[in-house]
Structures are given as C-alpha cells and as structure tokens.
C-alpha cells in the first residue's frame, strides 16, 4: 500500500547549481549501465515502431521530432522522456497510455535532437546541456499540435527529468488540463507549484535518493505547494522502492538493477498506472 496525501524563469546560474546538485546525488548509483550490442537489439524491439509515428512540430524558427501512437481524435497526452532521451522506456510508456480505456493520444517531444544516453555518464551529460525554457516551449507547442490534430484536451506527463517539466508545464504552458508527473520536481527559479494552473498527481519512490529533485522530502515540500496552488491534486508516496519504479519491462529493470537499484517496483507501478488512469479520465473526458 502506498502512502498518499490527497485532495481534490529562473536565473541560468541558479539552474546551473541545481542540475550540478542532482548529478553529485546520482553519483551514488552504479554506473555501469552501458548497452551491450544484445542489449540494443532488445532496445529496438521494445520500441513498437509499428505502432509508433515520427511527425515533426514546429515552434517560433526551430523544427524538432516527436513521436505520435494511438487514437485520432482522442484526449491528447503529452509524454514527457526521462534524462536518458527517447529511448525504448519511454515509447513504452506512450504505447501504453495510448492503450489506456477510453483511448487517449499519446505524443514524445523529442526534447535531446535524437541523443539518447547509454549510460548514467551520458545522461548526465545530456540533462546538463539541457535548454529547459526552450524544453517548455516544446511541449507548449506539442500541446498546441495536439489540440489542432483532434484532442479536445490535453494532459501532459513525464517521469525523472520528464516529472520536473510536467509540473514546470503545469505552471508554464497554457492549454493543458491535466499533469501526473513521476519522481522529479523543477528547481523554484524554472517554476513554482504554488502558481500551477492545473489539477496534478504526483508519484515518488519512498527509497529515492535524488536530494532535493525527487526525495521524500522534496516529495513533502511539493505537497505543501500543490495544497497552497488551490487546485486539485494528489501526491503518493510508494514504500520501498527507489526511483525510476514505473520501469517494468524487462529492459528496464536490467538497467534499475545495474545502477543499483534492487527494489521490487512491479506493484507500485500498477497502482500507480491505476491512479494515473483514474486521473486523467477524471479530467480530460470530454
């Protein structure tokens, strides 16, 4: 059972001592993590190109990829990656909500310009050389794609790096109706959850170890933010597991488990799917 409290643009400097905080916390995880060849073989099968399409979305002068699964004419929802790009975790994530009754269309901004990292090192290094007003303004204009290709509403979601944008989009990008974001909060000078415009449901791992991005404590700070913001929202904590926990497939915990996280998260990810659900039926049917 999870624990639950429930109810229904900053300085680059300051960014830059944010990010350098999250990367010496990280430093504690295993970095072996590289993709083996047979391990990549496994990566691209997991990534249902099939059923996935590559669109490109343009934005002010810039063009960026993104990649589009599920129903025409469906709620939209955009899914936001983890510091390791667009890699086959996160597609499995959008084939999934896509799949998610009634029917929803999920959207990947493809916020790294096609770099996916293959180890925490390169993660890192990706996170850190991150534009993150310029990520905002992606998912604006996916937001944007979204609503003028069928989706009455729109919510918007991510995981990690991915959490943190969902919660600064909450805040930042007009046009979305709902937020869930998993285990990552955005530093005060990218956005306040006191200013969201939006209901939001959050998720974090009780085991976390990401200090002040998405520990217990930062966990708590948020909840006490949401509670003064006057909008709907949720915050679940989930006992003894770590971060990352909504990475089930077999992929995934290979490379949980090669940065030292152990846990067993297959039942906190389900309820946490069930209450994701719930949440965005709740508030993008039409």
Same mark, same amino acid.
């Given at each position: 059972?999870s624990l639950s409290?429930?109810?229904?643009?900053g /300085?680059?400097h300051?960014? =830059?001592?944010?990010?350098k905080?999250?990367?010496?916390s990280s430093k504690?995880?295993?970095p072996?993590?590289?993709?083996s060849p047979s391990?990549?073989r496994l990566?691209?099968?997991?990534m249902?190109?099939?059923?996935?399409n590559?669109?490109q979305i343009?934005?002010?002068d810039i063009?960026?990829?993104a &990649?589009?699964v599920?129903?025409e004419d469906?709620?939209?929802?955009v899914? %936001?990656q983890e510091?390791?790009?667009?890699?086959?975790?996160?597609k499995?994530?959008?084939?999934?909500?896509?799949? %998610?009754?009634?029917g929803?269309?999920?959207?990947?901004?493809?916020? &790294?310009?096609?770099?996916?990292?293959?180890?925490v *090192?390169?993660a890192?290094?990706l996170?850190?050389?991150?534009?993150?007003p310029g +990520?905002v303004k992606? %998912?604006?204009? /996916?937001?944007n794609?979204?609503?003028?290709?069928?989706?009455?509403?729109?919510?918007?979601t991510?995981y990690c790096?991915g959490?943190a944008l969902?919660i600064? /989009?909450s805040v930042l990008v007009?046009g979305i109706?709902a937020?869930? *974001?998993?285990y990552?909060?955005?530093?005060?000078e990218?956005?306040?959850?006191?200013?969201?415009?939006v209901?939001?449901?959050?998720h974090f791992?009780?085991?976390?170890?990401?200090v002040?991005?998405?520990?217990i404590?930062?966990?708590? +700070?948020?909840?006490?933010?949401?509670k003064a913001s006057?909008?709907? &929202?949720?915050v679940?904590? &989930?006992?003894?597991?770590?971060h990352a926990f909504?990475?089930t /497939?077999p992929e995934?915990?290979a490379?949980?488990?090669?940065m030292?996280? +152990?846990?067993?998260n297959? +039942?906190?990810?389900?309820? =946490?799917?069930?209450?994701f659900k719930?949440w965005m039926?709740r508030?993008?049917s039409?």
């Amino acid at each position: 059972m999870s624990l639950s409290i429930s109810r229904q643009p900053g /300085s680059t400097h300051k960014m =830059a001592v944010f990010l350098k905080t999250l990367i010496i916390s990280s430093k504690s995880l295993k970095p072996r993590t590289h993709l083996s060849p047979s391990f990549a073989r496994l990566q691209v099968r997991s990534m249902a190109t099939s059923e996935i399409n590559k669109i490109q979305i343009q934005r002010d002068d810039i063009t960026f990829d993104a &990649y589009v699964v599920g129903k025409e004419d469906a709620p939209g929802i955009v899914v %936001i990656q983890e510091w390791w790009g667009v890699d086959f975790e996160i597609k499995n994530h959008a084939l999934k909500i896509s799949q %998610i009754e009634p029917g929803y269309k999920a959207l990947i901004p493809d916020l &790294y310009r096609g770099k996916v990292g293959l180890d925490v *090192a390169e993660a890192q290094h990706l996170m850190d050389g991150l534009d993150w007003p310029g +990520a905002v303004k992606d %998912i604006q204009a /996916s937001v944007n794609w979204l609503k003028a290709n069928g989706s009455q509403k729109v919510g918007v979601t991510g995981y990690c790096m991915g959490g943190a944008l969902t919660i600064a /989009s909450s805040v930042l990008v007009p046009g979305i109706d709902a937020g869930v *974001a998993f285990y990552g909060v955005p530093p005060p000078e990218l956005a306040d959850p006191t200013n969201t415009k939006v209901p939001i449901q959050a998720h974090f791992g009780e085991l976390d170890n990401f200090v002040g991005f998405s520990d217990i404590k930062t966990a708590k +700070a948020l909840e006490e933010k949401l509670k003064a913001s006057g909008k709907p &929202y949720e915050v679940h904590v &989930y006992p003894g597991v770590t971060h990352a926990f909504m990475n089930t /497939s077999p992929e995934g915990i290979a490379r949980r488990k090669g940065m030292g996280m +152990a846990d067993d998260n297959q +039942a906190a990810a389900e309820l =946490a799917w069930s209450r994701f659900k719930s949440w965005m039926n709740r508030y993008l049917s039409a």
